[in-house]
Structure formats: structure tokens, C-alpha cells
């Protein structure tokens, strides 16, 4: 089973602030999601990552495969970005169970 | 596009009844999925389709649970009998898959709240 960790589970920060969440899985995997969750419950997916960088406006997305770690970091954070931020590996193989798994989300809050 | 398209936003009904929650992909999506939020479980994946042929279901908890995708535009989620612990939010994503693996950017729908009293 893929366990995955996210941290910090909450964040606050003022605006302006450069933002990093953590994402750390046990299991081999063929990539990895970050999804973003509004206030509203609406789920946007932000970078879909198999290996190095991806970056999106103030929005990037780093992954080492080796390490099994990936990063969102947000730059120049706005009120508007706050929301929950969920990483998910995808599995290598169907076998042994493997598949989508989530963290259980990051909470960010970003004040004006 | 309208995007991933979901119906109801709400349901409402009493154990023991027949659910059936619905969704529209993404024209020219191939892969839809399906996924549960609770507050204890948080998003888990329940079953994924590519090419309408599900690829993944390990993640229906129990037989009470089915999906089905009869083609490329639409597929249904059927929870009978539904119970209370059934009660959550209830998302279909679409995506373009190259192989068998969710490895695109998915687009969400708005989800389906289900209350099973």
C-alpha cells in the first residue's frame, strides 16, 4: 500500500510569501498529481509530474523520484490560493493494489 | 467545452434506498473516474475506466457499490441499498490517457453531495 505524507497539514501565511508543501510517498510510482480544493469543494488539478519540474504561473511543482518526495511551492502567495492542496502518486502497476492514493491535504491560508 | 458534467448536486434520501449518481465526461476524454470525499477518509479513488472498460475497481467498497460506463459520454454510479456511512461527496473526473495509466491532468466535476439518512 502507498502511504503518503503531506506537510504542514495547515499553513498559514501573510500575502506576499513564498509557500512550500510537502509531499512524501512510500511506494514506486508512474507520477504524481497535485489537486487543489477550494472553500466551494471544487477540485482543480494543478500539475500532473513524473519527474523533474513543472511550473504554472506562481504555481511549481518539483518531484524526485529517487527520494519518493514532492514539492508545491507557490510564489508571491494571494488570498485567492488559499485552499486544500492534495498530492496523489499514481501506481506503478495495476498489481499488489497499487493505484491512485491521496494525502490527506494541506491547508493553506493566506492572509491579506 | 461545459466540462465535466455531474448530476444531482444534492441527494437527499433514507437508507435502504437506491442511489444513482451520474456523470458526463469531457468530449474526446478517454478515462473517467470516480472518487469519494468524507472528512475521515478524505479522497480515495473508486473505480477508474479507460476506454469505457473499468481498469481499476479495488477501490468500490463492497458490493453494494457498481459502476458502469455503457460508452464514451456517460457513466453511473449505483449505490443499493445505500446507508448512512454512504453519505459524502462524490466526484467523476475525465482525462486524455495515452496508456492505461491516470497519468494526465484530470478535470473534476463539481460532485454530487450524497446525505443517506
Known amino acids: 500500500k502507498n502511504e503518503v505524507e503531506q506537510s504542514p497539514q495547515n499553513l498559514t501565511a501573510q500575502e506576499g510569501e513564498f509557500i512550500t508543501i510537502n509531499c512524501s510517498y512510500s511506494?514506486?510510482?508512474?507520477?504524481l498529481h497535485w489537486l487543489q480544493q477550494h472553500p466551494g469543494g471544487g477540485i482543480v488539478s494543478l500539475f500532473m509530474l513524473s519527474s523533474g519540474k513543472k511550473k504554472h504561473g506562481r504555481l511549481i511543482a518539483t518531484i524526485n523520484i529517487q527520494e519518493k518526495h514532492s514539492s508545491l511551492h507557490i510564489t508571491a502567495s494571494h488570498p485567492r490560493d488559499s485552499a486544500v492542496y492534495i498530492c496523489a502518486p499514481v501506481g506503478r502497476k495495476k498489481s499488489s493494489g497499487d493505484k491512485l492514493t491521496f494525502g490527506t491535504g494541506t491547508r493553506l491560508a493566506v492572509r491579506p | 467545452d461545459a466540462g465535466v458534467i455531474q448530476s444531482p448536486r444534492h441527494e437527499v434520501t433514507e437508507m435502504g434506498q437506491e442511489v444513482t449518481l451520474r456523470c458526463k465526461p469531457i468530449?474526446?476524454?478517454?478515462?473517467l473516474f470516480w472518487y469519494r470525499q468524507t472528512m475521515m477518509r478524505g479522497l480515495e479513488l473508486l473505480i477508474y475506466?479507460?476506454?469505457?472498460?473499468?481498469?481499476?475497481d479495488s477501490g468500490m467498497p463492497e458490493d453494494r457499490f457498481s459502476a458502469k460506463m455503457p460508452n464514451a459520454s456517460f457513466s453511473t454510479l449505483k449505490i443499493q441499498p445505500s446507508e448512512p456511512r454512504d453519505s459524502a461527496v462524490y466526484f467523476c473526473?475525465?482525462?486524455?490517457?495515452?496508456?492505461?495509466?491516470?497519468?494526465?491532468?484530470?478535470?473534476f466535476g463539481a460532485g454530487t453531495r450524497l446525505s443517506v439518512l
Open positions: 475506466f479507460n476506454n469505457n472498460v473499468p481498469i481499476d
Open positions: 468530449s474526446g476524454h478517454n478515462s
Open positions: 473526473a475525465s482525462s486524455f490517457e495515452q496508456g492505461v495509466w491516470a497519468k494526465n491532468i484530470q478535470y
Open positions: 511506494v514506486g510510482i508512474s507520477a
